[in-house]
Structures are given as structure tokens and as C-alpha cells.
């Protein structure tokens, strides 16, 4: 079970940290990531993260503003959001897959609940 939290309405140019909390014991063996689905438009990925936290990979539009982590003993995966852009309002999914490259094909197995962001400009 995935639970997302930290989203919520903020200026452009303002930053927020989404959360991610992983129950169960494997947490270490999945590859995490963050999607974001805005309103009448598909949803698209954010960002990814090795089960290892060694390598990361992102989309260009959040590329240098946007950085994702994990801490492995307590099973949560962060999204740290920098500079953030009216455009990047959106409900925030966070993912988990096996398969790291799943993930940035955008088709991993498991969901958040998701967590709104809102960038007023």
C-alpha cells in the first residue's frame, strides 16, 4: 500500500515535498516514482528512483527544479518540488514497480491515492 501527503496550494516560484509511505517488508526491491494527471490531460511521468537510490531519471519539464529521494528504512520516497510552475498543478501519484524501467515507461504495478498540488501564479 502506497499513501501520498504533502501536496497543497502554493505561489509560483514556491517549493513542497510530497511524501510517499510503503508498508510492507520489500520496500528496498522496488523501484519508486511520481506521476501527475492535470485536469482533462493524460497522465504523465514525473520522476524515478532505483530500488538502490543510485540512479534517477526525469521528466525534461521538471528537470533542475524537481528531486526525488528515498530512505529505505523507513519506507517512504520523497518528491522535493523547487520553483514550482502554475503548469505543474496537478493531482501527484506516487508508483512502485519492480522493474525500474517500467517505471519510466509509465505502466508500474502499484498507486498512491494521489495528492493535489496547486500552483497559483
Known amino acids: 500500500q502506497l499513501v501520498d501527503s504533502g501536496g497543497g496550494l502554493v505561489q509560483a516560484g514556491g517549493s513542497l515535498r510530497l511524501s510517499c509511505a510503503a508498508s510492507?517488508?520489500?520496500?528496498?526491491?522496488?523501484?519508486m516514482g511520481w506521476f501527475r494527471q492535470a485536469p482533462g490531460k493524460e497522465r504523465e511521468f514525473v520522476a524515478t528512483?532505483?530500488?538502490?537510490?543510485?540512479?534517477?531519471y526525469y521528466a525534461d519539464s521538471v528537470k533542475g527544479r524537481f528531486t526525488i529521494s528515498r530512505d529505505n528504512a523507513n519506507n517512504t520516497v520523497y518528491l522535493q518540488m523547487n520553483n514550482l510552475k502554475p503548469e505543474d498543478t496537478a493531482v501527484y501519484y506516487c508508483?512502485?514497480?519492480?522493474?525500474?524501467?517500467?517505471?519510466?515507461?509509465?505502466?508500474?504495478?502499484?498507486w498512491g491515492q494521489g495528492t493535489q498540488v496547486t500552483v497559483s501564479s
Open positions: 508508483a512502485a514497480d519492480r522493474s525500474f524501467s517500467t517505471m519510466v515507461r509509465g505502466s508500474p504495478d502499484y
Open positions: 510492507g517488508r520489500t520496500f528496498s526491491r522496488y523501484a
Open positions: 528512483i532505483s530500488a538502490s537510490g543510485t540512479t534517477t
